[in-house]
């Protein structure tokens, strides 16, 4: 599997440079870049002015039909919230008798509805993660459709992004995402500070106490939703041994989480909080409290994944800002084994259809829309959230941010990938124990040998 998700990384990184060539400098970024237009901000329920005009290749005697989607993209006007409502409205227009109805979460509160949901009835067509800890449970209570996987043969999905989404050989949801993490930073801070980009941990620290000497946050982290930390953590794990694969497995396998690596890992992070690597805080500061610090110019950097390349072209941000946005990759650990080349990536959300919807037949020709080359894909692509898992090597405009042309190179230059991050490598228990007992580990309030034990225990 991991290979298969090396070669979707490279492959895509390497068909887009090649369309790209030397790649032109953007210039507005922040207005030009944009071929999608933004949409009203939505909750509840979606829709737009431009559905209900009249369409002459609009279909306008059929029954009507309401879909009911579920999102884990609260934010409309921006990123991959606008890409999801743009292509609503699209498909609403084209078929106008079909009106869509959105229910939009933050990621948390989104994962405990859907809990709900699959006990009361979910909506038609909902967001998904290909990743264990959320779909093996999922699947098991059989709440998606099959879909046909012959359907997308030409949809361009690189070789193997499909296999997290399966069971038992069949298809229940397509994958929206190629995601990376990096520490996404201010160049112009760095540039007017003197600082450099950290190429060891080591460094890293170090320039944490230059900046905390600035009175500035040196790292913006999420530690309240617990998850960042836990890809942090399986950042670092790659960084001290490479290839964590077979590891992980055995220690979920076991419950025995004794391996050096998750010692080592885990300490650095509890040393690094200690140190002031992260706001004070962080540890029950939430995704937009983190993600401002950085946006506002009160925090050097960010830790999150490669979807936020939007960043660069939110006009909500101080242009000095988002012009200055780039990014890079987790450093090197003394004494271990893995290079900056060997990066934290894996294919992350997706959608699916309930297997239980009332208008299936419609929820999945949407689905299929949605992930027609030039929707998904192309919009994501032109709007900076970063790497689809289709091939988005056609929609290059030669205006991409200097941020979208980093992320590229570096995808293009990785050596190898982490695949799933380690709290979704197991079942839900484990999920929610990781993801709980790391806020207590990175603060001091548990011991690296206690939280260890605690997660194992909650594989058996």
Same mark, same amino acid.
């Given at each position: 599997?991991?290979?298969?998700?090396?070669?979707?990384?490279?492959?895509?990184?390497?068909?887009?440079?090649?369309?790209?060539?030397?790649?032109?400098?953007?210039?507005?970024?922040?207005?030009?870049?944009?071929?999608?237009?933004?949409?009203?901000?939505?909750?509840?329920?979606?829709?737009?002015?431009?559905?209900?005009?009249?369409?002459?290749?609009?279909?306008?005697?059929?029954?009507?039909?309401?879909?009911?989607?579920?999102?884990?993209?609260?934010?409309?006007?921006?990123?991959?919230?606008?890409?999801?409502?743009?292509?609503?409205?699209?498909?609403?227009?084209?078929?106008?008798?079909?009106?869509?109805?959105?229910?939009?979460?933050?990621?948390?509160?989104?994962?405990?509805?859907?809990?709900?949901?699959?006990?009361?009835?979910?909506?038609?067509?909902?967001?998904?993660?290909?990743?264990?800890?959320?779909?093996?449970?999922?699947?098991?209570?059989?709440?998606?459709?099959?879909?046909?996987?012959?359907?997308?043969?030409?949809?361009?999905?690189?070789?193997?992004?499909?296999?997290?989404?399966?069971?038992?050989?069949?298809?229940?949801?397509?994958?929206?995402?190629?995601?990376?993490?990096?520490?996404?930073?201010?160049?112009?801070?760095?540039?007017?500070?003197?600082?450099?980009?950290?190429?060891?941990?080591?460094? /890293?620290?170090? *320039?944490?106490? +230059? &900046? #905390? =000497?600035?009175?500035?946050?040196? !790292?913006?982290?999420?530690?309240?939703? @617990?998850?960042?930390?836990?890809?942090? /953590?399986?950042? *670092?794990?790659? +960084? &001290? #041994? =490479?290839?964590?694969?077979?590891? !992980?497995?055995?220690?979920?396998?076991? @419950?025995?989480?004794?391996?050096?690596?998750?010692?080592?890992?885990?300490?650095?992070?509890?040393?690094?909080?200690?140190?002031?690597?992260?706001?004070?805080?962080?540890?029950?500061?939430?995704?937009?409290?983190?993600?401002?610090?950085?946006?506002?110019?009160?925090?050097?950097?960010?830790?999150?994944?490669?979807?936020?390349?939007?960043?660069?072209?939110?006009?909500?941000?101080?242009?000095?800002?988002?012009?200055?946005?780039?990014?890079?990759?987790?450093?090197?650990?003394?004494?271990?084994?893995?290079?900056?080349?060997?990066?934290?990536?894996?294919?992350?959300?997706?959608?699916?259809?309930?297997?239980?919807?009332?208008?299936?037949?419609?929820?999945?020709?949407?689905?299929?829309?949605?992930?027609?080359?030039?929707?998904?894909?192309?919009?994501?692509?032109?709007?900076?959230?970063?790497?689809?898992?289709?091939?988005?090597?056609?929609?290059?405009?030669?205006?991409?941010?200097?941020?979208?042309?980093?992320?590229?190179?570096?995808?293009?230059?990785?050596?190898?990938?982490?695949?799933?991050?380690?709290?979704?490598?197991?079942?839900?228990?484990?999920?929610?124990?990781?993801?709980?007992?790391?806020?207590?580990?990175?603060?001091?309030?548990?011991?690296?040998?206690?939280?260890?034990?605690?997660?194992?225990?909650?594989?058996?």
């Amino acid at each position: 599997m991991k290979r298969k998700i090396v070669s979707l990384l490279l492959v895509t990184a390497m068909l887009a440079l090649g369309v790209m060539g030397c790649g032109s400098k953007s210039k507005d970024k922040a207005d030009n870049n944009k071929a999608v237009a933004n949409t009203e901000d939505t909750t509840d329920t979606a829709s737009s002015d431009d559905s209900t005009k009249e369409d002459a290749t609009a279909d306008t005697t059929a029954e009507p039909v309401t879909l009911k989607l579920f999102s884990n993209l609260p934010d409309r006007k921006n990123g991959q919230g606008l890409v999801e409502q743009t292509i609503i409205d699209e498909y609403m227009k084209e078929n106008q008798n079909v009106k869509i109805e959105v229910e939009a979460l933050d990621e948390e509160a989104y994962k405990t509805k859907f809990k709900a949901y699959a006990m009361d009835g979910m909506p038609d067509v909902v967001s998904i993660w290909g990743q264990p800890s959320f779909l093996d449970e999922v699947l098991d209570a059989g709440i998606l459709a099959e879909l046909s996987e012959a359907d997308y043969a030409d949809y361009g999905f690189v070789s193997g992004s499909l296999e997290g989404f399966k069971k038992d050989g069949k298809l229940y949801g397509l994958p929206r995402n190629t995601d990376v993490m990096f520490f996404y930073y201010n160049q112009k801070m760095f540039e007017d500070n003197g600082w450099s980009v950290p190429q060891t941990y080591d460094e /890293l620290l170090a *320039l944490a106490d +230059k &900046i #905390n =000497g600035a009175g500035l946050t040196p !790292v913006a982290m999420d530690g309240g939703d @617990g998850w960042p930390m836990a890809i942090y /953590l399986t950042d *670092l794990m790659v +960084k &001290i #041994n =490479g290839d964590c694969g077979q590891i !992980v497995s055995d220690a979920i396998a076991n @419950g025995d989480f004794s391996d050096p690596v998750f010692t080592k890992a885990t300490q650095i992070l509890a040393d690094s909080a200690k140190a002031g690597l992260f706001q004070t805080g962080y540890d029950s500061q939430d995704y937009g409290t983190a993600m401002n610090l950085f946006t506002n110019g009160q925090a050097a950097m960010f830790y999150m994944g490669s979807w936020e390349a939007s960043m660069a072209l939110n006009a909500d941000i101080p242009e000095e800002i988002r012009n200055n946005i780039r990014v890079f990759t987790m450093p090197t650990v003394a004494e271990g084994v893995g290079k900056n080349t060997d990066i934290a990536a894996w294919n992350g959300g997706g959608y699916a259809v309930s297997a239980d919807s009332e208008v299936k037949e419609e929820a999945i020709k949407f689905l299929n829309y949605m992930y027609q080359p030039d929707k998904l894909s192309k919009y994501g692509w032109v709007n900076g959230v970063g790497m689809s898992a289709q091939d988005q090597s056609a929609y290059m405009t030669g205006n991409e941010t200097e941020l979208q042309l980093q992320i590229l190179d570096i995808v293009n230059k990785a050596t190898s990938v982490s695949g799933t991050p380690v709290n979704d490598c197991g079942p839900s228990t484990f999920k929610a124990s990781i993801e709980s007992e790391i806020q207590s580990v990175s603060n001091g309030s548990i011991s690296v040998e206690d939280f260890l034990a605690s997660i194992g225990k909650a594989c058996k």
